[in-house]
């Protein structure tokens, strides 16, 4: 079991984890905006356990990479990806993405990863793509002045800002009955207060505004879409319902009333299901 960083060639060091047999089939984790390769540690533990080799990386900007002002977009998140397989030596990997991890995998797959065997399949949580923003061709995004909102709040208290988020929608806290954990929510704040302001801030753009649409076209492999119908950060209809048609090989898997980070608060339920895909 290792941790380690890698240099990318514009001089970024991407931290990442790497555990398990280099013999076994691999599987790379993508976090969502603006955490780190921390928030996959239920799934890292689990298939570990199960025999894979794990792998999750601190997006630039996040966690424990370089604190970029550069770069921070999905063009070059998924060009760091290439690095960081290349030198993992990875082959018939499976990517799994959450939110803004979701964009990251569909940009990475459809312009890098199916060729030479790199990729064997991918799954897509709670993830942004096709596109989140609202315009003529997508009138069921969420308005321009969301995302807006983000940027201000991130400006004005960015440590308020980020309690806010998981206190509230992130994990269905906000929700009569909810069984808040106090642990979880702070471990969101440390994870986003890891990071650097200005990459999160331009981080909101490249999630909110990236369209995906041609990447989701261009994948041939097997993909399932994951996604809780009560999702309030990547609303479901303008999200996995349309990404799930883009995709030649696709499979939708909705949950009943799980929120956005239903892979921390429903850890058991979403790794039975992606062990299943996985063994496929």
């Not at 079991?1 to 047999?21: E, F, L, V």
């Not at 704040?189 to 801030?201: D, I």
């Amino acid at each position: 079991m290792s941790s380690s960083y890698i240099t990318t060639t514009d001089g970024t060091q991407i931290y990442y984890k790497d555990w398990g047999s280099k013999d076994a089939q691999p599987i790379v984790f993508h976090h969502g905006w603006p955490l780190s390769s921390d928030d996959w540690d239920a799934q890292m533990l689990f298939f570990l356990d199960q025999g894979y080799r794990v792998i999750a990386h601190d997006r630039r900007g996040h966690g424990r990479s370089s604190q970029t002002d550069t770069g921070n977009e999905m063009d070059t998140y998924a060009a760091d990806v290439v690095e960081l397989a290349a030198h993992l030596e990875l082959k018939e990997a499976i990517h799994v993405g959450h939110s803004t991890g979701g964009g990251e995998v569909t940009r990475y797959v459809a312009k890098f990863g199916q060729p030479q065997g790199r990729v064997a399949k991918a799954v897509l949580i709670g993830a942004v793509p096709p596109v989140m923003v609202q315009s003529d061709s997508n009138p069921g995004g969420l308005p321009l002045s969301v995302f807006d909102g983000f940027r201000t709040a991130q400006a004005a208290n960015r440590a308020q800002f980020f309690l806010d988020i998981p206190t509230g929608p992130f994990y269905g806290y906000n929700r009569d009955g909810a069984e808040v954990s106090e642990g979880v929510i702070r471990n969101w704040w440390r994870q986003g207060m890891m990071g650097g302001t200005k990459s999160h801030y331009d981080c909101i753009k490249a999630f909110s505004e990236t369209d995906f649409t041609e990447d989701l076209k261009a994948i041939d492999l097997p993909v399932l879409v994951m996604h809780g119908d009560d999702d309030q950060i990547v609303p479901i209809a303008d999200s996995a319902m349309l990404s799930s048609k883009l995709l030649k090989n696709g499979t939708l898997k909705v949950y009943e009333g799980l929120p956005h980070g239903m892979a921390t608060t429903h850890a058991d339920v979403i790794n039975a299901d992606l062990l299943a895909f996985f063994k496929a």
